[in-house]
Structures are given as C-alpha cells and as structure tokens.
C-alpha cells in the first residue's frame, strides 16, 4: 500500500464517500483539447480515487457519472461518454474482482443504451459477491426524481395494501436507490463549483461538504488525502452540542 498522509487518521475514515466529478470540458478547454479528450482523461481519476479508497478500507464510494441534464448534452459526446463507460468497466472488471469490489448502479440507468445497459448487469452479476468495497455509480441520476420515484412506489404499495398507517423515514428510505446503503460521511466536488447540483439530495442531510478547485482529471490520491483530512478535522454534532458528545464519548471509553 502506497504511504499514507501522516496527518490522516485511519481510525476516523469516511464509511462512504461521494464525489461529484466535475471540470472535464474545462481542463480539455485549457488544453485546445475536446471535451471528449476531457473526459477520457477523467477516466484515470476515476480508476486512482477507486484504488486509493479501496487501499483505505472505505467501504462505499459513490461516483456522479451521468445526471438526467447531462442527456441534454451534443449527442456525439452523449455517444462518446457511453462508450468510455464500456471501456471502463470491461478494463476494470478483473480489477474489481481481484480487489473485491462490487458494483452498483443507482438512476434510471436501464433508458441509457442497449449494449450499456447489458453490460451495468453483467457486471454487477460478476461481482456480486464482492464486498469489500461497493463502487456505486450514479447514471442517469437526479435526486428530485428518485424521490419522486419512491413517493410513486410507496403510493403504489398503500393501494395494494402493503402500508398501512404512516410512512415513517425508515420506509421512505427504503424505496430510494441507496435503500441499505449508509448516507454518505463526505462529499467531494471538484474544479471550484460550490454546489451540490441534484445529488442525494435527501441523502446528505448531514452530510460533510469539501470544495476543491482541482479539475477532475487533475483529482489523484492526494486530493483525496486532503479532503479526508478536512472531514477528520470537524465535529459531527448531528444536532447535538459538542459537550454532548463528548460525554458520550467518556461513557463509551472513547
């Protein structure tokens, strides 16, 4: 395993960690590249930020891949991000086998392309029986329409009488994407924007949020090891004082 920060502290890491990867079309930009230039030098941020968690030990890393406003985008570089997706899971598979690291997809991924859809499947049957990292790739995501999506499905099952009585944040959570997955301990997005732009809305209530000005493709393990830095150094209250928790620490020999 490379060395790790000296600053990091490995019993305080993130059980799961989001990213928003963002700045592709600006670093292609200020090289007279193409976006598409762009994103296939994404493509070597995405394989180090998911070696590096994996050597940490983090649990869960959700990567925002394809939003439901990406679609909007010129159809040639729609065409060209679905074949870099392509490209990227047949090259990674052995990796993730070998590593232990299963895939899921959350968003209505299954309207994207034909042969993609096909292979998001077989490669989640492949590694479903891994589990010490869960890479989750949100595809053809908005958050606002998987909450509408899990309002639809519980009012589904309340006309079926399945729920009885009220919906508690229990159920609600179930009916969403991530059901059984924890909400995640910290954001990242990348190239300056400050915003967390439709992604686990819901989700991310308490969330811990790290900004970088870093462009994606630039993004590599020490960018990493700096926003896991940031996340350690601050208090997670979730409502509570700091007092509060402290004691509670005492109690638990903490």
Request: with cysteine; glycine share 8%; net charge negative.
């Given at each position: 395993?490379?060395?790790?920060?000296?600053?990091?502290?490995?019993?305080?890491?993130?059980?799961?960690?989001?990213?928003?990867?963002?700045?592709?079309?600006?670093?292609?930009?200020?090289?007279?590249?193409?976006?598409?230039?762009?994103?296939?030098?994404?493509?070597?941020?995405?394989?180090?930020?998911?070696?590096?968690?994996?050597?940490?030990?983090?649990?869960?890393?959700?990567?925002?891949?394809?939003?439901?406003?990406?679609?909007?985008?010129?159809?040639?570089?729609?065409?060209?991000?679905?074949?870099?997706?392509?490209?990227?899971?047949?090259?990674?598979?052995?990796?993730?086998?070998?590593?232990?690291?299963g895939l899921q997809t959350i968003g209505d991924w299954r309207d994207l392309r034909h042969d993609v859809v096909g292979c998001?499947?077989?490669?989640?049957?492949?590694?479903?029986?891994?589990?010490d990292m869960i890479l989750h790739l949100a595809l053809n995501y908005g958050s606002?329409?998987?909450?509408?999506?899990?309002?639809?499905?519980?009012?589904?099952?309340?006309?079926?009488?399945?729920?009885?009585?009220?919906?508690?944040?229990?159920?609600?959570?179930?009916?969403?994407?991530?059901?059984?997955?924890?909400?995640?301990?910290?954001?990242?997005?990348?190239?300056?924007?400050?915003?967390?732009?439709?992604?686990?809305?819901?989700?991310?209530?308490?969330?811990?949020?790290?900004?970088?000005?870093?462009?994606?493709?630039?993004?590599?393990?020490?960018?990493?090891?700096?926003?896991?830095?940031?996340?350690?150094?601050?208090?997670?209250?979730?409502?509570?004082?700091?007092?509060?928790?402290?004691?509670?620490?005492?109690?638990?020999?903490?």
């Amino acid at each position: 395993m490379p060395e790790i920060h000296i600053d990091m502290d490995m019993a305080r890491l993130p059980r799961h960690v989001a990213v928003i990867m963002d700045g592709n079309g600006r670093w292609a930009k200020k090289r007279s590249l193409s976006r598409i230039e762009g994103h296939r030098a994404g493509v070597k941020a995405v394989r180090e930020t998911v070696t590096a968690c994996r050597e940490l030990g983090i649990p869960h890393l959700t990567l925002f891949a394809l939003s439901k406003e990406n679609l909007q985008r010129p159809a040639p570089e729609i065409s060209a991000l679905m074949d870099l997706l392509l490209q990227y899971l047949a090259e990674e598979l052995p990796e993730m086998l070998d590593n232990g690291i299963g895939l899921q997809t959350i968003g209505d991924w299954r309207d994207l392309r034909h042969d993609v859809v096909g292979c998001i499947i077989e490669t989640e049957k492949k590694t479903a029986h891994c589990r010490d990292m869960i890479l989750h790739l949100a595809l053809n995501y908005g958050s606002r329409a998987e909450i509408v999506t899990a309002v639809n499905r519980l009012l589904e099952e309340a006309r079926a009488g399945k729920i009885l009585g009220d919906v508690s944040e229990e159920i609600f959570t179930n009916r969403l994407f991530t059901a059984g997955v924890p909400d995640p301990d910290l954001l990242i997005r990348t190239s300056g924007e400050m915003r967390i732009s439709n992604f686990l809305l819901y989700q991310m209530a308490y969330t811990e949020l790290y900004f970088t000005p870093t462009l994606w493709p630039d993004f590599r393990r020490e960018q990493l090891y700096e926003a896991i830095i940031s996340y350690q150094q601050r208090e997670r209250r979730f409502g509570k004082t700091g007092e509060q928790l402290r004691e509670e620490g005492g109690r638990n020999g903490q």
